[in-house]
């Protein structure tokens, strides 16, 4: 099963660009690179995936190096309450998730 | 993006007690839904993956008499936690997905609470 490796906290400051890695070297050339974030005491909220190509939603950009051995998180514009873990998950077993510690992401005034 | 709804969002039982988590997915038709566990301040730990119509798939080290799962429908998946004890008390969030595409997404429930006194 393809891993992945994140940075167990980052900050950004409002309003500001937070940019947030992830490694998943052994990915498959079928996974998914899915992203999910959770808020302190809520289930994990769905951000947006990719395949190969970039990706773009109302949320945030997903970017995906052209091996596809690691991606790139965006939220062009963060604010106090983006403030949460992000997940980086690689799709494996068909389509369960499997969650690692994520990146604590602390958005500062 | 599609609803997934857990009930209750809090429980408290009593040791000894069983407790139904209800999963439900509101807009869309659930093929499989999946169950996690979470404690304070770790990540989420899948325990099973739930297929309408069909019998759980427990991961391992999670102990199936014990945590009752039923998918009976396609809106709807349920968690019994089986002759509770304090131990058991965590954050148990649901996820569902439509059709077996990888590419389709899972979404989440809000998460439940047990307690148990």
């Known amino acids: 099963d393809a891993k992945t490796t994140q940075p167990p906290s980052m900050d950004c400051a409002e309003g500001r660009a937070a940019n947030l890695p992830c490694n998943h070297s052994?990915?498959?050339?079928?996974?998914?690179v899915y992203w999910y974030r959770q808020i302190h005491s809520q289930g994990p909220q769905y951000i947006i995936h990719?395949?190969?190509n970039n990706e773009t939603n109302e949320m945030a950009s997903l970017i995906i190096t052209e091996d596809r051995k690691s991606s790139t998180l965006i939220l062009p514009h963060a604010t106090l309450r983006d403030t949460a873990v992000y997940y980086c998950?690689?799709?494996?077993?068909?389509?369960?998730?499997?969650f690692g510690k994520g990146t604590l992401l602390t958005v500062n005034p | 993006g599609a609803v997934v709804s857990q009930h209750p969002s809090r429980v408290i039982c009593k040791s000894g007690t069983s407790v139904k988590i209800e999963c439900r997915s509101l807009d869309f038709q659930a093929t499989t839904m999946f169950w996690y566990r979470q404690f304070p301040k770790k990540s989420l730990m899948l325990m099973a993956t739930?297929?309408?119509?069909?019998?759980?798939?427990?991961e391992q080290g999670v102990e199936k008499d014990k945590f009752l799962i039923n998918h009976a429908s396609l809106t709807l998946s349920t968690l019994t936690v089986t002759s509770a004890h304090p131990e058991d008390s965590s954050f148990y969030i649901c996820?569902?997905?439509?059709?077996?595409?990888?590419?389709?997404?899972?979404?989440f429930g809000e998460g439940s609470w047990l307690t148990v006194v």
């Open positions: 998950i690689v799709r494996v077993n068909n389509y369960k998730l499997t």
């Open positions: 739930s297929n309408e119509g069909s019998k759980a798939t427990y």
């Open positions: 052994t990915i498959s050339g079928n996974e998914y």
């Open positions: 996820s569902a997905i439509e059709g077996r595409n990888s590419g389709n997404t899972i979404y």
């Open positions: 990719g395949l190969k």
